[in-house]
């Protein structure tokens, strides 16, 4: 029997349409408010209505990683991640995300079950619910098998306050693992080159470790995910954004050997290579400590170091102590970002 | 302690700064010929713990940059041929042309495809038979050797759609072709690694016999590149000589295999380098045997007119692969010339010494 694919009647609205939706979007990732099917969703507050009085916030990212399935993740893990970690670095509490799909005719059906199939195992990993949905089929060449668009709404609970201008000279920097693991992964797969250890995305949601650090501390002023454009780009435009300079020992920044080696090898440099479960957090240097044991508590923060500081001089720059002890700035990433690692 | 820390140690590094620093009397300027040590050395920051004694100046040795307007229009003319695939490392897709880049040809609906090898763009010939693939042969004696090898490889297989462009260029005509220019004072050369390895370190033996002065090859480590300039500086005032300071890579009489397969397939012809012009004896051209892979005489497509080569439009890539002038003193560098918005190709290339610059070199004032 040959392989069951989606076809351009799978979006048509109809008999197919129907079916589809029931048989793999409900069935994984069906929830009350989904399973109702309204052309639009009523979200009750439930649990997080303690947190009222706080702010919503809202996001929305796209999705074409390519290949759709990599070491370490999925396109759908990636979705749900994704979004899931822009609201937490603001410090909110992830509720909802919205999913919308653009298929291309021809796509196996059994890799959008596995896809879905991560989107609901990371969805619940993260606590949040998919409560708004939309599938579109598009011909044969119209998209590279498989588009998500996720959007994700959060609360910030009362009296949290982060964002990327409020970075303060004398602040320290902490990084909560090592850096290029999504990035590299993706191009080595790619490329098919084999490491004798092979690498993997670090994709994972980071809500959780939010929370942990916000429990050790509450004077965290800002905190970013590095993902495209790498570390030193999100440094940059925090120290645009605060109007602070930054002092970044190279030494101090975690990088694992396969990561270095693969980097070399392809010509990229760690510090502008994307990552996907990664965060910076920048916090008042007298916390800084205890949020650093709370991090490295936490399974997606073992790794994590004091990078650097904060500084009032070279507003809006970042300097780089080099392994070398010469300082150089580390500029934003300058040339194309890799096509397609998110 | 894993093979690269070896190499990145910080108390050894700086242990040889120092070292350096304190015997370095009086100015000295080094060239360095290859794009990969500009790169190593702004990623580190050792230019600046180098200066004001030991001064560095970046060579020709990238070869995106040394392409010519001409052989880049040539290359987008080729993409533009009906039933033509264009193969090609990433690099040169972004590189401008007089008129529009790869790239843009790529957008309009040419074939152009990104191959990290010249047996890839084989692949591609081997599974498209109905197309002609076209690979563009750039480079120097370290992707020569590739290239013949899938010149050879094409053969056995019996593949009539497989062609090569041939821009592939030799690095000691270059070398000398800078200093009998006399443009640049230069005391001390740091020979590339990697074509080293290829065509030995003997084949460096005229910069001290001819130009009396020393040469270094050097790997692309920072320590590799701290000892080489090490020795560069302790040479000064003593006779000249070839210091091989990359010995995990590099003998005397280099890699005999890879020099045979450029031999069988390639011979030495005259070649047009960007800011050096045409020299003779400095490329590699198809032989006559292997002429049916020659994409020159395959297609017998005219050299299309240069209108405005970059030069035209205030590019001083040219002057700054000679080391004449460092890339801020080009007041396009930065501002009209970015890595995203390139004008010349020293801005476009991982090993480009403008986009060297523009990531790294920023001043810390």
Known sequence: MSEQVVLLAHGSGGLLSHELVSSLFLKYLGNPILNALEDASNLPLGDASELLGGQLVFTTDSYVVKPLFFPGGDIGKLAICGTVNDLAMRGAVPLYLSAGFILEEGLPLRDLERVLASMATTAEAAGVHIVAGDTKVVERGSVDKLFINTAGLGLVPPGVRISAAAARPGDLILLSGAIGDHGLAIMT?????????????????????????????????????????????????????SAVGMEIEEQAVPIHEPVRAAGDLLGLDPFYVANEGKLIAIVEREDAQSVLEAMRAHPYGQEAAIIGQVTAEHPGRVVLRTILGTRRLMDMLAGEQLPRIC | MKYTDEFRDPVAAQRLIQEIRVRATRPIRIMEFCGGHTHAIMRYGIRQALAPNVRMASGPGCPVCVTSDGDIDYCIALARLPGVTVATFGDMARVPGSRSSLQE??????????????????????????????????????????????????????????????????????????????????DAILGPGHVTAIIGWRAWGFLPAEYGIPCAVSGFEPLDILQAVRSLVALQGSAPQVVNAYSRGVTAEGNRVAQGLMAEVFEVSSANWRGLGELPASGLKLRPAYAAYDAQLAFDLPRPESPEPASQRGCRCGEVLRGVVEPPECRLFGKACTPARPIGPCMVSAEGACAAYYQYGGSLV
Do not use: W
């Open chain 1, 189 to 241: 797969q790619r490329e098919g080159l084999r490491f004798q250890t092979p690498l993997q995305s670090d994709c994972a949601p980071l809500n959780s470790l939010v929370s942990a650090m916000l429990a050790a501390s509450r004077r965290i002023h800002t905190r970013r995910d590095p993902t495209r454009g790498g570390l030193a780009s999100a440094l940059n435009e925090i120290a645009t954004q």
């Open chain 2, 105 to 186: 040809a790529r957008a309009a609906g040419a074939e152009v495809r990104i191959v990290y090898s010249a047996l890839d763009a084989l692949e591609l010939a081997r599974r498209e038979p109905q197309r002609a693939v076209v690979m563009l042969g750039i480079g120097f004696e370290t992707t020569a050797p590739t290239v013949a090898a899938s010149i050879l490889r094409a053969r056995e297989l019996g593949l009539k759609n497989y062609y090569v462009y041939s821009m592939h260029k030799l690095t000691p005509p270059a070398m000398r072709s800078i200093l009998d220019a006399g443009e640049v004072h230069l």
